[in-house]
């Protein structure tokens, strides 16, 4: 990113393949977003441009196009976010720098030899599909690693890792745990997409599907054990059913919830993870991988929906308990995930790499007038 001129960064929404760009006013409250997420990433790319010390950048933000960009350069940055098969872009040696929402590399989050069962071998399965699927931009992005180093060619983009954040966010009063209404609450779909009769998925099912079945009815069962608890299950049609088909209602009811279930989707981190910190919600969810926003958070991390009734149990009985994690919560919306920090760990990324290059660039300057 060397030899930046200083004219004003330039943001644009890449949605779909061989169609222009579209210039983004980062400021505009009603931006001409394609894909979810567009209020978080706004505010994150304001955070950064307060802190980012230099300009002349072109950001391209796009849901999940990892094989081509508009145009190429060491000022291109890409904001990827909603990759969901871990992949690596196929365009990492001809930009600057790639952020990317659930990152380049998935997890297992079980055990299938220890603990054998359906939906565990259905997880294994959906890994191993994943891993083939990242492969061809894997072998690429180390191929030209390799090439710039031999041959000094150009240099290979980093990539980091960022938060999903919100989908459908208010910004409203925190409400003390002990005073809002809903003991648990889950709203979202269980079967997503309708399956054709020739497809497998179908019949056998996926690990989203079987997982979020296991925790429906265990809340159910709940439900029937303890009818003095306020639950609330609304099961969708899809994703943004669950957080769109009412926009005032959502953030409203999270903010009034105690617990915050969170299955897995198609990969384990969710933008309901991210809304349920926000507002303070005790979040109950499954594996988590290692990211540097990730490590240390106060969500419970349950290995078998099965044994949601036991840790609802324990939860709702202990008041000084859910008090500390309504608090935790919070603490690291506030400290890992909020647009601020993220902005920061952007705008820190960037002032790094490009102070990096000009250093290279000075000593390679100074070696060839020698």
Not at 271 to 288: D, S
Not at 298 to 315: C, F, Y
Request: glycine share 6%; proline share 5%; hydrophobic share 40%.
């Amino acid at each position: 990113m060397s030899n930046v001129q200083s004219y004003p960064n330039q943001y644009y929404i890449y949605t779909r393949q061989n169609q222009q760009p579209i210039p983004w006013n980062i400021y505009d409250a009603h931006p001409p977003f394609e894909i979810g997420l567009a209020a978080y990433v706004s505010k994150v790319l304001q955070a950064m441009e307060k802190h980012l010390d230099v300009s002349g950048l072109v950001f391209y933000i796009t849901w999940d196009k990892i094989d081509e960009m508009p145009s190429y350069g060491q000022n291109v940055v890409v904001i990827i976010l909603g990759d969901e098969w871990y992949r690596i872009p196929k365009y990492a040696h001809k930009v600057g720098a790639i952020f990317k929402c659930i990152g380049t590399h998935p997890i297992l989050g079980c055990n299938p030899l220890l603990k054998p069962s359906y939906l565990n071998i259905l997880t294994l399965i959906q890994f191993l599909r994943l891993l083939i699927f990242r492969l061809p931009g894997l072998v690429s992005y180390h191929f030209h690693k390799l090439k710039s180093l031999l041959f000094g060619t150009d240099k290979v983009a980093a990539i980091y890792e960022i938060p999903l954040g919100y989908n459908n966010s208010k910004d409203l009063p925190i409400k003390v745990i002990h005073e809002r209404f809903y003991d648990a609450y889950f709203s979202g779909s269980v079967v997503h997409i309708p399956y054709s009769l020739w497809s497998l998925k179908r019949w056998l099912g996926t690990p989203k599907t079987l997982a979020r079945q296991l925790m429906v009815a265990s809340l159910n069962n709940f439900q029937k054990k303890h009818p003095n608890f306020n639950v609330e299950l609304a099961i969708t049609s899809g994703y943004y059913a669950s957080t769109s088909k009412d926009a005032s209602s959502y953030p409203e009811t999270m903010m009034n919830t105690k617990i915050c279930l969170v299955p897995r989707g198609t990969s384990f981190e969710t933008t309901r993870l991210f809304e349920g910190m926000k507002y303070g919600c005790i979040v109950v969810t499954e594996a988590l991988p290692s990211r540097w926003y990730l490590d240390g958070s106060p969500a419970i991390q349950i290995k078998d929906w099965r044994d949601l009734e036991a840790v609802l149990e324990k939860l709702l009985e202990n008041k000084q308990l859910m008090e500390k994690m309504h608090q935790d919560s919070l603490d690291w919306w506030n400290t890992r995930c909020s647009e601020v920090v993220v902005g920061d760990y952007i705008a820190s990324s960037l002032n790094i790499l490009l102070q990096g290059q000009e250093k290279a660039a000075i000593s390679e300057s100074k070696f060839n007038y020698s």
